[in-house]
């Protein structure tokens, strides 16, 4: 099974600054089968990022994603009161789909 | 607008079965073009992928899980189901249904269910 392991575990800042998210795979994940969560309390997650780089439908383009083979980034341009929530990345390169343990991004 | 909601006991005794259906609205299981999964997410921890399964009845289950899982679809109802057999506490969490497949991939979850709480307990 591919671990995938996110840092920083949580991550302050201010509304209007840049977020870097990382997302490391113990193997390399096929393809760029790599996505992108996003999770507010007592909510479903949300899809934001697809095959690494592809934002979904009606995903804001402060919301972007880069990275191959084990190494992955989430980047919001500019943080916005609502972007402050749990991110998760997923993996479905190999049979069985896996997920990282999430960053929290707070207010500063 | 597909919906998906979860449904089923809440509350499991340890060594029984844990069984929920999720129930789809605004698009066809038999359709076909998408997976159907259950995920689950421990109190305040992150998400595990349990298991999907297509409307033809294949199914494919998380390696960590596969020997207690059993997940089923009726499309005549418009709702597939999970069976979790011989629960234990560790069990406890938040289950959700969610759609992957055609427009995104096959293993990209597009919508989701809200959610439902199960508590393993005696």
């Known amino acids: 099974e591919i671990v995938l392991t996110q840092s920083p575990g949580t991550l302050s800042l201010s509304p209007g600054e840049r977020a870097t998210l990382s997302c490391r795979a113990s193997?390399?994940?096929?393809?760029?089968?790599l996505a992108w969560y996003q999770q507010k309390p007592g909510q479903a997650p949300r899809l934001l990022i697809y095959?690494?780089?592809s934002r979904a439908t009606g995903i804001p383009d402060r919301f972007s994603g880069s990275g191959s083979g084990t190494d992955f980034t989430l980047t919001i341009s500019r943080l916005e009161p609502e972007d402050f929530a749990v991110y998760y990345c997923?993996?479905?390169?190999?049979?069985?789909?896996?997920f990282g343990q999430g960053t929290r991004l707070e207010i500063k | 607008q597909v919906q998906l909601q979860e449904s089923g006991p809440g509350l499991v005794k340890p060594s029984q079965t844990l069984s929920l259906t999720c129930t789809v609205s605004?698009?066809?299981?038999?359709?076909?073009?998408?997976?159907w999964s259950w995920i689950r997410q421990h109190p305040g921890k992150g998400l595990e992928w349990i298991g999907y399964?297509?409307?033809?009845?294949?199914?494919y289950y998380n390696p960590s899980l596969k020997s207690r899982v059993t997940i089923s679809v009726d499309t005549s109802k418009n709702q597939f189901s999970l069976k979790l057999s011989s629960v234990t506490a560790a069990d406890t969490a938040v289950y959700y249904c969610?759609?992957?497949?055609?427009?995104?991939?096959?293993?990209?979850?597009?919508?989701w269910g809200q959610g439902t709480l199960v508590t393993v307990s005696s």
């Open positions: 399964i297509y409307y033809s009845g294949s199914t």
């Open positions: 193997q390399s994940v096929s393809s760029s089968y």
């Open positions: 605004g698009g066809s299981i038999s359709s076909g073009g998408y997976y």
């Open positions: 969610a759609r992957s497949g055609y427009s995104y991939g096959p293993g990209v979850f597009d919508y």
């Open positions: 095959g690494a780089s």
């Open positions: 997923q993996q479905y390169g190999s049979s069985s789909i896996t």
